[in-house]
């Protein structure tokens, strides 16, 4: 069974990284972002809608990921820029 993810409130999804945003921090298509998060455990949260979930991604926890699993962060003034929001 999927464990369900509170929906964050409005003005946190400014603090929240998009599946594009993944894409140009790590250089990568966004299947392998979902295969990452699917093989390697990225953290992440589904965030339910009327049409369709999207996923979304914590800055921080995506940094202490990629340290864990030696990824390599290409783009990381879009972690930065984003935590500042937080």
Known sequence: MKKF???PAPEI???LLTIDDMCKVFARSPMTIFNWRRQLGMPSM???SR???CVRFYA???E???KEHNKVIVNPSILKEVSRNQ
């Open 5 to 7: 993810n509170p929906r």
């Open 13 to 15: 999804f400014d603090s």
């Open 46 to 48: 589904s965030i339910p």
């Open 51 to 53: 049409k369709q979930s």
């Open 60 to 62: 921080e926890e995506v």
């Open 64 to 66: 202490q990921w990629a």
